[in-house]
């Protein structure tokens, strides 16, 4: 993938950087995520491990004698909360120098590598807090020049396997002579393109019911303690009844994952953020009062051999 606006303002070279493969052939693994604008960008995934390699080409953008100070590219790993604004955490950091000072009085490219890079935590946009990784290349100024530089962003999934076995869900709610129900979930983990199966069961119904819906509802956490903040949305809500239910009517759920912008489970990424996820199921009276049951779930990657690329991460924040 070529990145073909390489001028930056105040900027005294351009910078491209295109990615390759082992062979030297442009890198074709990509993936489409929602920038911060709400329109989607191409951006090269990787995953735990891999390497990363391509060229970067540096281009003088003035006619006089152009010295530097060095050129470099940097491979940065960092967490930006919404609340600390202009201060990211850094957690991973690798730099490789591509030429000491001197002058440069033509476009000339520099092949880099970063090989096996620890990449353990996934690429992430939310409302309050984003996971990202970038390349930042930087050509030092000399004396009166100023630097230039650019970043290129990367994306990074990771993928698990399933080793435990899976235990349904049983739980029974109510409201005192009022109402009283059964629900069950097949299990408590999902892959992202997984189908939720369950089925709620009603014991006791003396309330007039209008309809039920599942939910999916998404919890950010960031801080800890008493600094901790959370912001929760609704991912997805889909209606399972409509109507009045009786006393032993069951009530099927099937809820498919896979249409919903949905990310694995993220528990204390850099001691810094949380991502969890629950199934709210909500009951609607015919006066509008609304009871409602939580059930957290466990969300992750599946790991499967040629499995498209599903866009995600994208929260409705400003990040």
Excluded at 90 to 103: C, K, M, Q, T, Y
Excluded at 181 to 195: N, Q
Aim: hydrophobic share 35%; charged share 30%.
């Amino acid at each position: 993938m070529k990145n073909i606006l390489g001028l930056v303002q105040g900027a005294t070279a351009r910078i491209d950087l295109e990615f390759k493969n082992e062979r030297g052939q442009a890198y074709k693994k990509t993936v489409p995520v929602k920038a911060k604008n709400g329109e989607t960008e191409e951006l090269p995934l990787y995953t735990n491990k891999d390497d990363i390699l391509g060229e970067i080409r540096v281009t003088p953008l003035t006619t006089k004698k152009f010295e530097h100070m060095g050129i470099r590219v940097q491979l940065i790993g960092q967490i930006e909360l919404a609340s600390e604004r202009g201060q990211p955490h850094d957690f991973v950091s690798l730099v490789r120098e591509l030429a000491p000072g001197g002058d440069l009085s033509a476009s000339k490219t520099f092949p880099f590598e970063f090989r096996n890079v620890e990449l353990q935590y996934d690429s992430y946009r939310g409302q309050q807090v984003r996971c990202r990784y970038l390349l930042r290349v930087t050509v030092l100024g000399k004396g009166m020049t100023p630097d230039s530089k650019r970043d290129f962003p990367i994306w990074v999934r990771n993928y698990e396997k399933l080793h435990e076995a899976t235990t349904p869900i049983k739980m029974e709610v109510g409201i005192e002579d009022c109402l009283h129900i059964e629900f069950e979930y097949d299990k408590a983990k999902y892959h992202l393109r997984d189908v939720v199966v369950g089925k709620i069961y009603f014991l006791l119904v003396r309330i007039k019911l209008k309809y039920m819906e599942v939910e999916i509802r998404r919890k950010e956490t960031t801080g800890a303690g008493s600094a901790a903040h959370n912001e929760s949305d609704t991912i997805a809500k889909y209606e399972i009844m409509d109507g009045a239910p009786v006393r032993a009517e069951s009530i099927p759920i099937r809820l498919y994952l896979s249409p919903f912008d949905l990310t694995p489970t993220y528990k204390e990424v850099h001691n810094k953020f949380s991502v969890r996820y629950f199934l709210n199921l909500v009951l609607v009276d015919e006066e509008d009062r609304r009871y409602f049951k939580q059930q957290e779930i466990t969300l992750y990657r599946k790991e499967e051999a040629g499995a498209e690329a599903q866009m995600e991460g994208a929260g409705k924040g400003p990040l």
